[in-house]
């Protein structure tokens, strides 16, 4: 028996417990459900994550970019993280909606581990999607791929993508910039472990250490590229630099070069090149801003063989002025050219638009009939170019054996408006220069 006056334990449910309590107790239990809910979901995430850690090459992941949203990435290569545990590591990921060229090294902490896919066989996932395409979807994404690897088969491609897949140098500094750098350049094996070099940007040697610049700029006394100076109009100055005389400085050039063109191949071999090299002039001196080069002698008409426009200075139509300033050359020699193949994906772009201006121009204000190879004498371009370029714009008809330009005044102002502005123009008057031929 109970005693007198107190109440049953509520345990044995012979008596409605103090509402207050009751409620409190509830509320109490449901936290702990809550709280309890929560450690289960952690453990299991924890877990999940445990087993995918550290992740493999071929993984596809959401990452966090510089724009702070996330997007779809590719694990192209992995490496561990200084003094960290045995799933420290840190991820070279390629971005699928971008060109390689934004490929980087990021931390664990910038990738969604919950959205994790399992690696899947390439030649399995490229068989799945190309049953999932039109013919013309899948002409796209290929011409998309392959543009600037034209000579390349798919081997090929693929032992070029695989030997070039990760950016060894971060950044560099060349003069007063400090450049992001696109791609993977061959540099000599005692550079492996620089993320960062520093170029002089007169004699452009590279060193790992700012304080090995400065000794060296307190020592180099050239103010602009070796070579001829064949071109100065306000403060832009163009130097001719022979591959041959000046074989460290062209060298140095395509290692350079190279960590912004994804296609080049040349780097040691530069005793049959000219490098054409544009500076902006001050009093500190000449600071390149670009270059192509060009074959001393070219059975092909090749009248370009590579060209760049350093980042800084792109977008101020310099990449077009360069390309006219190589046909002002084929000019000068007589002869038609052609820039070798493959061009980059910019390159190709910058071409097309050049080849659109200068024949549409010709074209609104030539009075009759007009034949490609008129066209191809008076602008030094290539006939297969012209041809192309007129056939792509819709502007040329096969009649009675013969190719017909079909030029009206309203189609072709059109055409000139997407192709853009012209950029700088070469002033011909103030270039003094003498063909290699005919030079010695």
């Known amino acids: 028996m109970g005693s007198i006056g107190t109440p049953p334990s509520a345990e044995n449910g012979s008596a409605n417990p103090n509402p207050a309590t009751a409620a409190c107790d509830q509320s109490i239990d449901g936290y702990r459900a809550s709280s309890n809910e929560r450690a289960l979901e952690s453990d299991v995430s924890k877990k999940r994550k445990s087993s995918i850690l550290p992740l493999e090459v071929g993984t596809r992941v959401m990452c966090r970019w510089r724009d702070s949203k996330y997007h779809p990435v590719k694990v192209i290569e992995r490496r561990r993280t200084h003094c960290g545990g045995p799933n420290d590591y840190e991820y070279y990921v390629h971005y699928t909606e971008f060109n390689r060229r934004l490929d980087e090294w990021v931390k ?39 543009e600037g690897h034209e000579e390349l088969d798919a081997a090929s491609l693929r032992e070029h993508e695989e030997f070039t897949k990760v950016k060894n140098i971060a950044t560099i500094e060349l003069g007063r910039y400090e450049i992001e750098t696109w791609y993977f350049s061959p540099f000599p094996p005692e550079y492996n472990d620089s993320l960062k070099l520093y170029f002089c940007e007169f004699c452009l040697n590279f060193m790992k250490r700012k304080e090995q610049l400065q000794r060296h700029m307190r020592k180099c006394d050239l103010k602009h590229p070796p070579g001829d100076e064949i071109y100065r109009s306000g403060t832009l100055s163009m130097f001719e630099v022979d591959g041959k005389k000046n074989k460290v400085y062209g060298q140095n050039l395509c290692y350079l070069a190279k960590l912004f063109l994804d296609h080049k191949t040349l780097y040691y071999d530069v005793d049959l090149f000219l490098f054409y090299i544009l500076c ?23 009248n370009l063989a590579c060209i760049l426009t350093l980042p800084p200075y792109q977008r101020k139509g310099y990449g077009k002025f360069l390309i006219a300033f190589s046909y002002e050359l084929s000019k000068k ?72 330009i079909c030029a009206d005044p309203k189609v072709l102002d059109r055409h000139l408006k997407a192709a853009g502005r012209g950029g700088l123009d070469v002033d011909v008057s103030k270039l003094i220069w003498t063909p290699y031929k005919d030079q010695g």
């Open 108 to 146: 664990l902490d910038q990738l969604d581990l919950d959205s994790v896919e399992a690696v899947v066989d390439e030649k399995v996932e490229d068989k799945v999607t190309s049953l999932k395409m039109t013919r013309h979807q899948k002409r796209k994404i290929d011409e998309t791929h392959v």
């Open 280 to 302: 902006e002039c001050d009093d500190r001196g000449c600071h390149m801003v670009g270059y192509f080069s060009k074959e001393k002698h070219s059975e092909e008409s090749y």
């Open 333 to 404: 020699e007589g002869k038609v050219g052609t820039p070798e193949r493959p061009l980059s994906d910019l390159g190709l772009l910058s071409y097309r638009g050049y080849w659109t201006r200068v024949l549409l121009d010709i074209l609104k204000k030539h009075k009759g009939n007009i034949s490609i190879k008129e066209l191809s004498d008076m602008t030094a371009i290539k006939a297969d170019d012209i041809l192309t370029t007129l056939q792509s714009l819709e502007l040329i008809q096969y009649r009675k054996g013969q190719h017909v």
